[in-house]
């Protein structure tokens, strides 16, 4: 009997004990093949003679991670959702059903309980700065308690103050005899001496006249002393050189004339005031017929007096009343 050289060739066995020709796509893994999914991508590449430098280039994914996927090394993997996409992916690329290589995935690893893990790679690094003043302030707060503990501990074993004997405190003082000499007293230290108080200059005879200036200054002259004798000899007569203020000329005998500018205040009896005006020069004032008025000037040697049109001199006083000058009312 002649022995098989191995001629027959893609020779296969059906069920049935019928035999066909093999084909390549026979013997091709699927996504069954192998024990877990890994295998089976592992498979299936390899059946197609890529490598996973080829299959990086293909899908954009890392030939780490192709390589975790095929040994099922999920610790080296990116998060669940990113594994999902890479198999699917993979098998994809593969020509293989990717639906169905995540389906076996997912059957094979069921999905934890714990939180998803961050993609591999992505720092969770805090802002050092915030360490330091952490540290910091651990530090000064363990500085700040062992100085407490430390004064606490030296005030504890610190010796009690000495305390005098109770028969030195009991003991009464002895003077020694004989006769006591007492120095004469110390003068005053100069820290301590007072100074006189300060015055104003003319505050007291201001005060004494009403406190105005004017009037002190007046006041200061003796009741008998005569005004002050102008640098120029007055009018004798009364000559109107402005505006004539007040009473009509036959209502009043008695004018005040401006030499220079001055204040004018008129006041009754009750302390209405009459009239008032800041008068120029040349201006003048008649004073009306009515008891108790008072003038009141700013500056005396500013105003001359005339009666029934004939000169008085200057006002003798800042407050002067009107009687004064003997009115002499026409009949």
């Not at 780490?64 to 993997?77: D, F, P, Q, T, V």
């Not at 004073?287 to 007096?305: E, I, T």
Request: charged share 15%; aromatic share 6%.
């Amino acid at each position: 009997m002649p022995l098989d050289t191995g001629g027959l060739s893609n020779l296969h066995f059906r069920v049935g004990g019928e035999s066909g020709p093999l084909t390549p796509e026979s013997f091709a893994p699927t996504i069954q093949s192998g024990p877990d999914i890994g295998s089976a991508l592992r498979l299936a590449r390899e059946f197609r003679g890529l490598s996973l430098a080829d299959l990086a280039e293909t899908t954009r994914i890392r030939s780490a991670y192709l390589s975790a996927i095929e040994e099922m090394r999920l610790e080296k993997l990116p998060s669940r959702p990113f594994t999902i996409g890479y198999i699917r992916a993979y098998a994809t690329a593969l020509g293989l059903d990717g639906e169905a290589a995540v389906a076996r995935f997912k059957i094979e690893t069921p999905p934890p309980e714990t939180d998803l893990r961050a993609p591999v790679g992505v720092g969770h690094d805090g802002d050092p700065r915030l360490t330091m003043i952490a540290v910091a302030a651990a530090l000064i707060i363990g500085a700040i308690v062992l100085w407490n503990i430390a004064q606490r501990a030296i005030s504890d074993d610190a010796p009690p103050p000495p305390n005098a004997p109770a028969s030195a405190v009991n003991q009464p003082l002895v003077a020694k005899g004989g006769p006591v000499t007492l120095g004469a007293p110390l003068p005053a230290p100069v820290e301590s001496t007072t100074p006189a108080p300060y015055e104003t200059p003319g505050l007291a005879a201001a005060t004494a006249a009403g406190g105005s200036a004017d009037a002190a200054k007046f006041a200061a002259q003796s009741p008998d002393a005569a005004p002050a004798v102008p640098a120029t000899p007055l009018p004798a007569t009364f000559v109107a050189q402005g505006p004539v203020y007040g009473a009509t000329t036959d209502a009043s005998n008695v004018i005040l004339q401006a030499r220079k500018g001055g204040t004018l205040v008129v006041r009754g009896v009750d302390g209405s005031v009459y009239f008032a005006r800041q008068l120029s020069a040349g201006e003048s004032y008649r004073a009306p017929a009515l008891k108790g008025l008072v003038l009141d000037v700013s500056d005396p040697a500013a105003f001359q007096v005339f009666v029934d049109g004939q000169t008085r001199g200057l006002m003798p006083a800042p407050q002067t009343p009107v009687s004064k000058f003997q009115i002499q009312t026409p009949s």
